[in-house]
């Protein structure tokens, strides 16, 4: 790989791991605010945004490992958004 092409997937990755930081922060700032613990809605939109970047970097540098943790990660990110907007639209319907 060039210089280039090493820089830019610097870049992917970095965003993805600001990503994964910004989940736990915003995650933690919300607990102390509530003063109780509480995994808000954006802590999966986080996670899901970090896992796309991660796993392009992944790909990218053909690392098995990295690629298939991020693949499944995923997964689990994706359903509980689902969870989470089927049970608000049931509430909104019931009100």
């Keep these: 790989m060039d210089i280039s092409t ?3 997937l610097l870049a992917i990755g970095f965003l993805g791991q600001g990503f994964f930081f910004l989940r736990f922060f915003w995650q ?3 607990s102390e605010r509530e003063k109780r613990s509480v995994i808000p809605l ?3 939109y986080f996670s899901l945004f ?3 970047f991660l796993l392009i970097y992944a790909l990218l540098r053909r690392d098995i490992v990295f690629t298939i943790g991020q693949s499944t990660g ?3 990110y994706v359903r509980n958004l689902y969870l989470i907007h089927r049970e608000r639209a049931k509430l909104a ?3």
Aim: charge should be negative; include cysteine; hydrophobic fraction near 60%.
């Design 28 to 30: 933690w700032i919300v």
């Design 50 to 52: 970090g896992s796309f």
């Design 93 to 95: 319907a019931s009100s």
């Design 42 to 44: 954006c802590f999966w």
């Design 6 to 8: 090493e820089w830019w």
């Design 74 to 76: 995923s997964i689990i």
